[in-house]
């Protein structure tokens, strides 16, 4: 299983689900795009790793490593 944390920068996968049920982080990733058949590219990594910037929907979101890993990605 892949997870969004592990992309590199400039790389892009498309979202297949989103763990966490029935959690209020779960719904707040979903609220903001994060959606299963959404493509998704990781553009920057903060200096020490976290948060991680993406661009999707065309936007760009910033969230925490630990909130990209509940996000599965193909």
Known sequence: MKTLDLLENG?????????GEN???RRRLLDMGITKGTEVSL????PLGDPIELNLRGYSLTI???DAHLVEVL
Do not use: D, E, I
């Open 64 to 66: 925490r490593k630990s």
């Open 43 to 46: 553009v920057r990594t903060a």
């Open 23 to 25: 959690t209020s982080l």
């Open 11 to 19: 790389q892009s996968a498309v979202v297949k689900a989103v763990h």
